[in-house]
């Protein structure tokens, strides 16, 4: 059985910093592209970050490029969020998940509110 535990999520002031953890079990999490997700009451969940299987190719949507950072400890199966410079409109449930998402393995999200 698939668990994905999402933590870190936290209410941080704009031009703020958190970093996100989740970690994997049930999955050989080694050989999973993974991602970051979020979403906001009222929208379609979206795809901010993604990594190879072994962490050396990531990506990040437009809205988030130059501002987090993906990684992963295989080690710990376990995959990271490093988010800097935060806006108001960061404020999202964050999720991980697998690349593509399987949809019967989301977990219950950290919520990250920016806000003065």
């Known amino acids: 059985q698939v668990q994905l535990v999402e933590s870190g999520g936290d209410l941080v002031q704009p031009g703020g910093s958190l970093r996100l953890s989740c970690a994997a079990s049930?999955?050989?999490?080694?050989?999973?592209?993974m991602g970051w997700y979020r979403q906001v009451p009222g929208k379609q969940r979206e795809l901010v970050a993604q990594?190879?299987?072994?962490?050396?190719?990531?990506n990040s949507a437009d809205s988030v490029k130059g501002r987090f950072t993906i990684s992963r400890d295989n080690a710990k199966n376990t995959v990271y969020l490093q988010m800097n410079s935060l806006k108001p409109e960061d404020t999202a449930v964050y999720y991980c998940?697998?690349?593509?998402?399987?949809?019967?393995?989301w977990g219950q999200g950290t919520q990250v509110t920016v806000s003065s």
């Open positions: 990594i190879s299987s072994g962490g050396g190719i990531t």
């Open positions: 049930g999955i050989r999490f080694s050989i999973k592209p």
């Open positions: 998940n697998t690349i593509p998402a399987d949809k019967d393995s």
